[in-house]
């Protein structure tokens, strides 16, 4: 069955798994690149001669553009912007790789700015197809589309570690490639699938709906981001830094860290279709901040099974929230989803400038111990979620 012949509001069809592959690898391609900023980081410091401070606020400059993510999303409901989701990954592979290029802090900022677009094109309306293809199992959908990104993020690392090895930072350009073959096989699988929403109110958005989803979904994030936010950007500057790895080494970590994501993100919202969203993502909470807490204070070889533990846990919640924004706001799913890509990417950008000014401030082993206990604060907030439609749960 093809995407295009699946009608986008039956929800008695089966779920597409095929149509749900496709753009999920669409996602690993794209996300493998829009990872290598992390592994990048102790090279850029070291090339730039940056504080950890400014080295945190070049991850800043790729959130920027998640202003327009609503706006992005406004329109996928309305007009057919596959073409966003079709030619990111080659544009932000292009990019990402130019970056051991830039000969200043000015020029990388503009890249990384440009990268942010780039990727905030791709997240607003890809959730957006899934819901559509995904029937009544929208988390499942979500979970196999969000462990394609995981799964990317695992492998960025690696990616990185090799082409700095092979060729220097200045050499990463090579690697785009990956990234145009990606787009060409996603261009003829999707290039008559439209993200758009067929319901006739789709022009209508209900505030009051929205409110009641994003008000209290936007004190969740900002707590339970906080463990994921310092992870992504940190971790290598930290196990170089203050555990004392070698690079090759802290970029292996980070990969199985994502790696395990992939267990979470395929775990995480089909988990949620069965037990429900509140409570997938109440333990979610409380065993990835167990698992920071043991990553924080071990050390050896005990370090990777808490990685695994850590990136299981933790990487998990994103689908379930998703799942949760798209079964909620069905009239305006790609809307829902740039709002959602909104908010993350935003508070993404305040907890990655205020983690990196505490570490510059009392260093980077006890800002993140901070965080992780502050992170709890998120578990009372997730009970004040909408549940989720009895027609909707599986």
Same mark, same amino acid.
């Given at each position: 069955?093809?995407?295009?012949?699946?009608?986008?509001?039956?929800?008695?069809?089966?779920?597409?798994?095929?149509?749900?592959? @496709?753009?999920?690898?669409?996602?690993?391609?794209?996300?493998?690149?829009?990872?290598?900023?992390?592994?990048?980081?102790?090279?850029?410091?070291?090339?730039?001669?940056?504080?950890? @401070?400014?080295?945190?606020?070049?991850?800043?400059?790729?959130?920027?553009?998640?202003?327009?993510?609503?706006?992005?999303?406004?329109?996928?409901?309305?007009?057919?912007?596959?073409?966003?989701?079709?030619?990111?990954?080659?544009?932000?592979?292009?990019?990402? @790789?130019?970056?051991?290029?830039?000969?200043?802090?000015?020029?990388?900022?503009?890249?990384?700015?440009?990268?942010?677009?780039?990727?905030?094109?791709?997240?607003?309306?890809?959730?957006?197809?899934?819901?559509?293809?995904?029937?009544?199992?929208?988390?499942?959908?979500?979970?196999?589309?969000?462990?394609?990104?995981?799964?990317? %993020?695992?492998?960025?690392?690696?990616?990185?570690?090799?082409?700095?090895?092979?060729?220097?930072?200045?050499?990463?350009?090579?690697?785009?490639?990956?990234?145009?073959?990606?787009?060409?096989?996603?261009?003829?699988?999707?290039?008559?699938?439209?993200?758009?929403?067929? %319901?006739?109110?789709?022009?209508?958005?209900?505030? %009051?709906?929205?409110?009641?989803?994003?008000?209290?979904?936007?004190?969740?994030?900002?707590?339970?981001?906080?463990?994921?936010?310092?992870?992504?950007?940190?971790?290598?500057?930290?196990?170089?830094?203050?555990?004392?790895?070698?690079?090759?080494?802290?970029?292996?970590?980070?990969?199985?860290?994502?790696?395990?994501?992939?267990?979470?993100?395929?775990?995480?919202?089909?988990?949620?279709?069965?037990?429900?969203?509140?409570?997938?993502?109440?333990?979610?909470?409380?065993?990835?901040?167990?698992?920071?807490?043991?990553?924080?204070?071990?050390?050896?070889?005990?370090?990777?099974?808490?990685?695994?533990?850590?990136?299981?846990?933790?990487?998990?919640?994103?689908?379930?929230?998703?799942?949760?924004?798209?079964?909620?706001?069905?009239?305006?799913?790609?809307?829902?989803?740039?709002?959602?890509?909104?908010?993350?990417?935003?508070?993404?950008?305040?907890?990655?400038?205020?983690?990196?000014?505490?570490?510059?401030?009392?260093?980077?082993?006890?800002?993140?111990?901070?965080?992780?206990?502050?992170?709890?604060?998120?578990?009372?907030?997730?009970?004040?979620?909408?549940?989720?439609?009895?027609?909707?749960?599986?």
């Amino acid at each position: 069955m093809s995407v295009e012949s699946i009608p986008a509001e039956d929800e008695s069809h089966e779920i597409d798994t095929s149509s749900i592959l @496709t753009v999920s690898g669409g996602h690993f391609v794209h996300d493998t690149f829009s990872a290598f900023l992390s592994p990048l980081l102790p090279r850029l410091i070291e090339k730039l001669g940056l504080t950890l @401070t400014q080295a945190g606020d070049l991850a800043v400059f790729v959130q920027l553009p998640s202003l327009l993510s609503v706006l992005i999303g406004y329109m996928a409901d309305r007009v057919s912007v596959r073409y966003l989701v079709i030619f990111s990954p080659a544009v932000t592979a292009t990019l990402i @790789t130019m970056l051991g290029l830039t000969p200043s802090y000015a020029a990388a900022a503009i890249l990384l700015f440009c990268v942010g677009i780039s990727v905030m094109s791709f997240h607003a309306p890809a959730p957006a197809i899934i819901a559509q293809i995904s029937a009544n199992k929208v988390g499942r959908g979500m979970s196999i589309f969000m462990a394609g990104g995981e799964l990317g %993020r695992s492998v960025g690392p690696l990616l990185v570690g090799y082409g700095v090895t092979q060729w220097g930072i200045e050499g990463l350009w090579r690697l785009m490639i990956f990234g145009w073959i990606a787009s060409a096989i996603l261009f003829f699988r999707l290039k008559d699938v439209s993200a758009k929403s067929k %319901r006739k109110d789709a022009t209508k958005i209900d505030k %009051r709906a929205f409110f009641r989803v994003f008000a209290p979904l936007f004190g969740v994030m900002v707590f339970r981001s906080l463990v994921v936010n310092g992870l992504s950007v940190f971790m290598v500057v930290y196990l170089e830094s203050e555990v004392g790895l070698q690079f090759w080494l802290a970029t292996v970590l980070l990969a199985l860290y994502e790696l395990a994501g992939v267990g979470g993100a395929l775990s995480g919202g089909t988990m949620s279709d069965r037990i429900g969203r509140k409570q997938t993502m109440i333990g979610a909470i409380v065993f990835s901040a167990f698992f920071m807490y043991l990553f924080l204070n071990v050390s050896g070889l005990l370090i990777l099974p808490v990685l695994m533990g850590l990136g299981l846990t933790a990487l998990s919640v994103t689908p379930v929230i998703q799942a949760l924004v798209q079964e909620q706001l069905p009239e305006n799913r790609a809307t829902a989803s740039g709002m959602f890509i909104l908010f993350a990417f935003i508070i993404r950008a305040i907890n990655i400038r205020v983690i990196a000014m505490m570490g510059d401030s009392i260093g980077l082993p006890s800002t993140l111990m901070t965080v992780t206990v502050i992170s709890l604060i998120a578990i009372p907030l997730v009970l004040t979620l909408p549940d989720a439609p009895k027609q909707k749960r599986a």
